[in-house]
C-alpha cells in the first residue's frame, strides 16, 4: 500500500514536496510512479522511478519536478518547483509505473493547487 502526502495550497512560482510511503519494504517494487488528475482531465504518468534509480519525466513537468526515493525510510518523494497553475490536480503514487488506465488499485491521492 502506497500512501501520499505534501499537498497544499501554493502560488505559481512557489514549491511543493510530496511524499509517497509504503506500507512495506520500497525496495522490492519494480519501480514506483507519479501521477495527477486534474479536473475533467485523465489521470496521467508524470514522474517514475525505477528500483535502480532511473528517472524519466513528462514533458509537462521535465526540468520543474524532481522524483526521488529513500529506501530505508521506504518513501518516494516529488520535489515540484515552479509551480504553475496548470499543475493543479490530485497527485497520486502507484506502481509498477504504468500507464495509469492499466492499475485498478489508488491511494486517496493528494490535493495540490496552485494560485495566486
Known amino acids: 500500500q502506497l500512501v501520499e502526502s505534501g499537498g497544499g495550497w501554493v502560488q505559481p512560482g512557489g514549491s511543493l514536496r510530496l511524499s509517497c510511503v509504503a506500507s512495506?519494504?520500497?525496495?522490492?517494487?519494480?519501480?514506483v510512479g507519479w501521477y495527477r488528475q486534474a479536473p475533467g482531465k485523465q489521470r496521467e504518468l508524470i514522474a517514475a522511478?525505477?528500483?535502480?534509480?532511473?528517472?524519466h519525466y513528462g514533458e509537462s513537468v521535465k526540468g520543474r519536478f524532481t522524483i526521488s526515493r529513500d529506501d530505508a525510510k521506504n518513501t518516494v518523494s516529488l520535489q515540484m518547483n515552479r509551480l504553475k497553475p496548470e499543475d493543479t490536480a490530485v497527485y497520486y503514487c502507484?506502481?509498477?509505473?504504468?500507464?495509469?488506465?492499466?492499475?485498478?488499485?489508488w491511494g486517496q491521492g493528494t490535493q495540490v493547487t496552485v494560485s495566486s
Open positions: 502507484n506502481s509498477p509505473p504504468r500507464p495509469a488506465s492499466s492499475l485498478e488499485v
Open positions: 512495506g519494504d520500497i525496495a522490492s517494487l519494480v519501480g
Open positions: 522511478i525505477t528500483r535502480q534509480g532511473t528517472t
